[in-house]
């Protein structure tokens, strides 16, 4: 080919990928309008109107709804019996206190098999000393200075270290938010995050949570294996394991709690901030708190 032929084919081809890449770039351009629900924040809840199974209705429609069902409107009995739940204040501030400081869970899932406590104690003298070097001033990420080496999985934290923990404590707090003494989550603590000013942001996702640090120290996560792509059965996980009978008959050797455990807080450490695995479905589909639910 002469030379002036090559500038042309290789200018051809450079159009050509040009096109190529414009036109596949549309095609999986993703279909916005899917998603703008989703992204939208959730209605707050009106007072004097109802909740019908998640349907609001206005005092108006309620009433209407409740005569149509031939039941006396001016009765709030009518209301309850058909399902509709009004929206007082006194729901508006006992749901908000449940929010923060109910614990979530049950209890013998998240402390008595998980071990959520007993690894948060582990690093309690950091917790207390790094909220007391706050002097009452409020964070939005409070950092721990590891007072001895920490292992977790096949890594080890030397002592020293500073650990971001993204754990939120307001101002003249004694622990921080969403979290209790013993180890007990409230829906605050990946759900709220204070201001620059220390306000309470209720309902905006606490994306900065090291929510891989909380799980990883739990003594016994990997009770939750089938939240990750873990097999129990994995011959590199063998050693000191029971041995049981399973329902073939056949004799089984569970895996070595302490090297199965090992490798589940390896995985979750692998997961980024602000993220979590909520669906036991042996698939590593973490999901990152985005949602704003206030
Ligand atoms: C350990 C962190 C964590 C805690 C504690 C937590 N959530 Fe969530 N929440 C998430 C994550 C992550 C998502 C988004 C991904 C998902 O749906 O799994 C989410 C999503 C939600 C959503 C929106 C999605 C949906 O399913 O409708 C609501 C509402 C919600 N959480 C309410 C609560 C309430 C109420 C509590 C307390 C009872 C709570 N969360 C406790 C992490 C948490």
Redesign the pocket.
């Known amino acids: 080919m002469r030379w002036r032929q090559k500038v042309l084919m290789f200018i051809l081809i450079l159009t050509a990928s040009f096109v190529a890449v414009l036109a596949s770039n549309s095609l999986i351009q993703p279909k916005v309008m899917a998603t703008v629900a989703l992204l939208q924040p959730?209605p707050t809840q009106p007072l004097g109107y109802y909740d019908y199974f998640g349907k609001l209705l206005s005092p108006q429609e309620a009433n209407d709804f409740v005569r149509n069902q031939g039941l006396d409107p001016a009765d709030p009995v009518s209301y309850q019996r058909l399902g509709a739940v009004e929206i007082t204040q006194q729901l508006l501030e006992s749901g908000e206190n449940i929010?923060f400081n109910t614990k979530?869970g049950d209890t013998f899932g998240l402390q008595g098999v998980f071990g959520f406590g007993a690894g948060l104690l582990r690093v309690q003298p950091e917790l207390i000393a790094a909220i007391t070097e706050l002097h009452g001033e409020p964070t939005t990420n409070l950092r721990l200075t590891l007072q001895e080496d920490l292992t977790l999985g096949s890594r080890t934290y030397p002592k020293g270290s500073v650990i971001d923990t993204g754990l939120d404590v307001e101002r003249a707090a004694n622990f921080p938010l969403?979290l209790q003494f013993d180890g007990s989550?409230?829906?605050a603590?990946?759900?709220v995050v204070l201001s620059k000013t220390g306000e309470r942001l209720k309902g905006v996702?606490n994306g900065d949570?090291n929510?891989p640090l909380l799980v990883a120290l739990s003594t016994n996560t990997a009770a939750g294996f089938a939240r990750l792509d873990l097999n129990p059965l994995d011959p590199s996980y063998q050693g000191n394991g029971k041995t049981i009978i399973d329902s073939d008959n056949q004799l089984v050797t569970l895996p070595d709690p302490e090297k199965f455990e090992s490798a589940f807080d390896d995985a979750v450490l692998d997961v980024p901030f602000g993220?979590?695995e909520?669906s036991p479905d042996a698939i590593r589909n973490t999901?990152?708190?985005?949602?704003n639910?206030s």
């Open positions: 959730a929010f979530i969403g989550l409230t829906c603590v990946c759900h996702p949570l929510i993220n979590f909520s999901n990152r708190l985005i949602l639910i």
